[in-house]
T-cell receptor, first 111, second 109 residues
Framework: NAGVTQTPKFQVLKTGQSMTLQCAQD?????MYWYRQDPGMGLRLIYY???????DKGEVPNGYNVSRLNKREFSLRLESAAPSQTSVYFC??????????FGSGTRLTVV | AQRVTQPEKLLSVFKGAPVELKCNYS??????LFWYVQYSRQRLQLLLR??SRESIKGFTADLNKGETSFHLKKPFAQEEDSAMYYC???????????FGSGTQLTVLP
Protein backbone atom coordinates (compact mmCIF):
# COMPACT_ATOMS: atom_id res chain seq x y z
CA ASN A 1 0.00 0.00 0.00
CA ALA A 2 1.42 3.34 -1.05
CA GLY A 3 -0.84 5.39 1.25
CA VAL A 4 -0.40 9.05 0.29
CA THR A 5 1.97 9.84 -2.58
CA GLN A 6 3.26 13.32 -3.31
CA THR A 7 5.19 14.52 -6.32
CA PRO A 8 7.67 16.05 -6.77
CA LYS A 9 9.82 15.57 -3.66
CA PHE A 10 11.97 18.63 -4.36
CA GLN A 11 11.48 21.69 -6.54
CA VAL A 12 13.25 24.97 -7.11
CA LEU A 13 11.26 27.75 -8.74
CA LYS A 14 12.07 31.26 -9.79
CA THR A 15 9.87 34.05 -8.51
CA GLY A 16 6.80 34.34 -10.70
CA GLN A 17 6.89 30.80 -12.03
CA SER A 18 3.93 28.48 -11.58
CA MET A 19 3.74 24.85 -10.60
CA THR A 20 1.37 22.17 -9.40
CA LEU A 21 2.04 19.82 -6.52
CA GLN A 22 0.37 16.47 -6.96
CA CYS A 23 -1.11 14.28 -4.25
CA ALA A 24 -2.83 10.91 -4.55
CA GLN A 25 -4.14 8.48 -1.95
CA ASP A 26 -5.16 4.87 -2.36
CA UNK A 27 -7.02 4.37 0.91
CA UNK A 28 -10.44 5.48 -0.36
CA UNK A 29 -10.45 8.36 2.11
CA UNK A 30 -13.05 11.07 1.68
CA UNK A 31 -11.05 13.99 3.06
CA MET A 32 -7.77 15.44 1.85
CA TYR A 33 -5.63 18.35 3.02
CA TRP A 34 -2.69 20.53 2.11
CA TYR A 35 -0.43 21.94 4.83
CA ARG A 36 2.77 23.90 4.80
CA GLN A 37 5.46 23.34 7.40
CA ASP A 38 7.69 26.23 8.42
CA PRO A 39 10.26 26.37 11.25
CA GLY A 40 8.74 27.68 14.45
CA MET A 41 5.25 27.82 12.95
CA GLY A 42 4.33 24.17 12.79
CA LEU A 43 1.87 22.99 10.17
CA ARG A 44 -0.60 25.45 8.79
CA LEU A 45 -3.60 24.42 6.74
CA ILE A 46 -3.72 25.84 3.22
CA TYR A 47 -6.80 24.15 1.76
CA TYR A 48 -8.81 21.07 2.43
CA UNK A 49 -11.42 18.95 0.72
CA UNK A 50 -13.94 17.27 2.98
CA UNK A 51 -15.25 15.15 0.12
CA UNK A 52 -14.97 14.78 -3.63
CA UNK A 53 -16.25 17.91 -5.34
CA UNK A 54 -15.75 20.28 -2.39
CA UNK A 55 -12.83 22.45 -1.35
CA ASP A 56 -12.45 25.00 1.45
CA LYS A 57 -9.86 27.53 2.49
CA GLY A 58 -7.70 26.92 5.50
CA GLU A 59 -5.58 29.29 7.53
CA VAL A 60 -3.17 30.42 4.80
CA PRO A 61 -4.83 30.10 1.36
CA ASN A 62 -3.49 33.26 -0.31
CA GLY A 63 -1.36 32.54 -3.36
CA TYR A 64 -2.65 28.99 -3.77
CA ASN A 65 -5.40 27.16 -5.60
CA VAL A 66 -6.52 23.56 -5.33
CA SER A 67 -8.35 20.99 -7.40
CA ARG A 68 -10.01 17.83 -6.12
CA LEU A 69 -9.78 15.97 -9.39
CA ASN A 70 -11.47 12.83 -8.10
CA LYS A 71 -11.64 10.93 -4.83
CA ARG A 72 -7.97 9.92 -5.08
CA GLU A 73 -6.29 13.13 -6.18
CA PHE A 74 -5.94 16.59 -4.66
CA SER A 75 -3.53 19.02 -6.31
CA LEU A 76 -2.12 22.33 -5.08
CA ARG A 77 -1.20 25.05 -7.56
CA LEU A 78 1.03 28.06 -7.13
CA GLU A 79 0.13 30.48 -9.91
CA SER A 80 2.96 32.97 -9.35
CA ALA A 81 5.50 31.72 -6.86
CA ALA A 82 6.96 34.08 -4.26
CA PRO A 83 9.93 33.60 -1.90
CA SER A 84 7.47 33.57 1.02
CA GLN A 85 6.13 30.29 -0.37
CA THR A 86 9.43 28.54 0.26
CA SER A 87 8.37 25.74 2.58
CA VAL A 88 7.78 22.03 2.95
CA TYR A 89 4.33 21.06 1.73
CA PHE A 90 2.47 18.07 3.11
CA CYS A 91 -0.59 16.40 1.73
CA UNK A 92 -2.72 14.26 4.03
CA UNK A 93 -5.92 12.26 3.89
CA UNK A 94 -8.36 10.99 6.49
CA UNK A 95 -11.52 9.03 6.88
CA UNK A 96 -14.24 10.35 9.19
CA UNK A 97 -12.78 11.44 12.51
CA UNK A 98 -9.71 9.25 12.60
CA UNK A 99 -6.23 10.72 12.33
CA UNK A 100 -4.43 11.74 9.19
CA UNK A 101 -2.18 9.76 6.90
CA PHE A 102 0.54 12.03 5.57
CA GLY A 103 2.56 12.05 2.39
CA SER A 104 6.34 12.34 2.46
CA GLY A 105 6.34 16.04 1.62
CA THR A 106 7.54 18.37 -1.13
CA ARG A 107 10.43 20.68 -0.33
CA LEU A 108 9.91 23.84 -2.39
CA THR A 109 12.41 26.67 -2.72
CA VAL A 110 11.47 29.89 -4.49
CA VAL A 111 14.43 32.06 -5.48
CA ALA B 1 -11.18 29.91 16.69
CA GLN B 2 -9.21 27.09 18.21
CA ARG B 3 -5.53 27.28 19.02
CA VAL B 4 -2.83 24.80 20.04
CA THR B 5 0.24 25.96 21.94
CA GLN B 6 3.43 24.02 22.44
CA PRO B 7 5.56 26.30 24.61
CA GLU B 8 8.88 24.50 24.12
CA LYS B 9 10.52 24.66 20.70
CA LEU B 10 13.45 22.57 21.86
CA LEU B 11 13.70 20.00 24.65
CA SER B 12 16.72 17.93 25.60
CA VAL B 13 16.81 15.10 28.11
CA PHE B 14 19.25 12.34 28.92
CA LYS B 15 18.56 8.72 28.04
CA GLY B 16 16.58 7.06 30.81
CA ALA B 17 15.21 10.32 32.17
CA PRO B 18 11.48 11.13 32.17
CA VAL B 19 10.22 13.41 29.45
CA GLU B 20 7.12 15.59 29.21
CA LEU B 21 6.18 17.55 26.11
CA LYS B 22 3.63 20.23 26.88
CA CYS B 23 0.52 21.00 24.85
CA ASN B 24 -2.17 23.49 25.75
CA TYR B 25 -5.23 24.28 23.70
CA SER B 26 -8.01 26.81 23.51
CA UNK B 27 -11.39 25.69 22.25
CA UNK B 28 -14.80 26.33 23.70
CA UNK B 29 -16.28 22.97 22.76
CA UNK B 30 -15.25 19.36 23.25
CA UNK B 31 -12.01 18.76 21.36
CA UNK B 32 -10.31 15.69 20.03
CA LEU B 33 -6.57 15.74 20.65
CA PHE B 34 -3.72 13.99 18.87
CA TRP B 35 0.04 13.69 19.03
CA TYR B 36 1.99 13.28 15.80
CA VAL B 37 5.69 12.49 15.48
CA GLN B 38 8.14 13.17 12.68
CA TYR B 39 11.45 11.30 12.80
CA SER B 40 14.34 12.71 10.84
CA ARG B 41 13.57 12.78 7.12
CA GLN B 42 10.39 10.74 7.55
CA ARG B 43 6.77 11.63 7.11
CA LEU B 44 4.57 12.63 10.01
CA GLN B 45 2.81 9.76 11.67
CA LEU B 46 0.12 9.47 14.27
CA LEU B 47 1.50 8.66 17.70
CA LEU B 48 -1.67 8.60 19.75
CA ARG B 49 -5.15 10.06 20.16
CA UNK B 50 -6.79 10.90 23.44
CA UNK B 51 -9.95 8.95 22.58
CA SER B 52 -8.00 5.71 22.36
CA ARG B 53 -6.36 6.16 25.77
CA GLU B 54 -3.54 3.96 24.53
CA SER B 55 0.19 3.84 25.14
CA ILE B 56 2.37 3.85 22.05
CA LYS B 57 6.14 3.33 22.27
CA GLY B 58 5.84 3.96 26.01
CA PHE B 59 4.23 7.38 25.53
CA THR B 60 0.97 8.37 27.17
CA ALA B 61 -1.10 11.54 27.16
CA ASP B 62 -4.09 12.49 29.25
CA LEU B 63 -6.61 15.11 28.30
CA ASN B 64 -7.10 17.56 31.17
CA LYS B 65 -10.13 19.65 30.31
CA GLY B 66 -9.78 21.78 33.44
CA GLU B 67 -6.27 22.89 32.48
CA THR B 68 -6.97 22.57 28.72
CA SER B 69 -3.84 20.49 28.34
CA PHE B 70 -2.78 17.28 26.62
CA HIS B 71 0.82 16.75 27.69
CA LEU B 72 2.82 13.83 26.27
CA LYS B 73 4.81 11.80 28.78
CA LYS B 74 7.27 8.96 28.84
CA PRO B 75 8.92 7.68 32.03
CA PHE B 76 12.24 6.63 30.47
CA ALA B 77 13.36 8.37 27.30
CA GLN B 78 15.29 6.47 24.62
CA GLU B 79 17.63 7.88 21.98
CA GLU B 80 15.27 6.70 19.25
CA ASP B 81 12.61 9.03 20.67
CA SER B 82 14.53 11.98 19.27
CA ALA B 83 12.12 13.61 16.81
CA MET B 84 9.77 16.52 16.20
CA TYR B 85 6.49 16.18 18.05
CA TYR B 86 3.29 17.98 17.11
CA CYS B 87 0.14 18.31 19.15
CA UNK B 88 -3.06 18.69 17.12
CA UNK B 89 -6.72 19.41 17.78
CA UNK B 90 -9.91 18.61 15.94
CA UNK B 91 -12.75 20.97 16.82
CA UNK B 92 -16.20 19.47 17.04
CA UNK B 93 -17.34 17.79 13.84
CA UNK B 94 -14.66 19.43 11.69
CA UNK B 95 -12.41 17.13 9.70
CA UNK B 96 -9.36 19.38 9.61
CA UNK B 97 -6.74 19.48 12.35
CA UNK B 98 -5.12 22.52 13.93
CA PHE B 99 -1.48 21.88 14.79
CA GLY B 100 0.84 23.41 17.33
CA SER B 101 4.25 24.76 16.39
CA GLY B 102 6.03 21.57 17.42
CA THR B 103 8.68 20.55 19.95
CA GLN B 104 12.02 19.14 18.83
CA LEU B 105 12.99 16.46 21.35
CA THR B 106 16.60 15.37 21.62
CA VAL B 107 17.50 12.44 23.83
CA LEU B 108 21.16 12.58 24.77
CA PRO B 109 23.23 9.42 25.39
Amino acid sequence: NAGVTQTPKFQVLKTGQSMTLQCAQDMNHNSMYWYRQDPGMGLRLIYYSASEGTTDKGEVPNGYNVSRLNKREFSLRLESAAPSQTSVYFCASSEDTYGYTFGSGTRLTVV
Amino acid sequence: AQRVTQPEKLLSVFKGAPVELKCNYSYSGSPELFWYVQYSRQRLQLLLRHISRESIKGFTADLNKGETSFHLKKPFAQEEDSAMYYCALRAGSARQLTFGSGTQLTVLP
